[in-house]
């Protein structure tokens, strides 16, 4: 098992960075495939992104690629995503998410362990 804590949100203005932090606790978390999720008020959880065990792989929704990046550090236990050029649009309580299925889901029902979230809001 393992448990996660998202942070690093914030207010920025719409062109600004974040970067948002996953921290792991308990089991290895070299084990896991972590995604990224976000919900905006009155919507669904939507996937944002995913990275392999290991960091070679990852995926992004279509709404974010180019602009967001996701990385790992297991030596570290985190999990980061580099959010740029940020949009209103953008602003949603922003999630990670893991499982120990070696496959980058896009569905969030397929992953187990969630974190709290962490507010992102974008101004105009």
């Known amino acids: 098992q393992v448990q996660l804590a998202e942070s690093g949100g914030g207010l920025v203005q719409a062109g600004g960075s974040l970067r948002l932090s996953c921290a792991a606790s308990?089991?290895?978390?070299?084990?896991?495939?972590v995604g990224w999720f976000r919900q905006a008020p009155g919507k669904e959880r939507e996937f944002v992104a995913a990275?392999?065990?290991?960091?070679?792989?990852?995926d992004y929704a279509l709404s974010v690629k180019g602009r967001f990046t996701v990385s790992r550090q297991n030596a570290e236990n985190t999990v980061c995503l580099q959010m740029n050029s940020l949009k209103p649009e953008d602003t949603a309580v922003y999630y990670c998410?893991?499982?120990?299925?070696?496959?980058?889901?896009?569905?969030?029902?397929?992953?187990?362990?969630w974190g709290q979230g962490t507010q992102v809001t974008v101004s105009s």
């Open positions: 990275i392999s065990r290991n960091g070679d792989i990852t």
């Open positions: 998410a893991a499982t120990d299925v070696d496959y980058l889901y896009r569905f969030r029902g397929r992953y187990d362990y």
């Open positions: 308990g089991r290895t978390f070299s084990s896991y495939t």
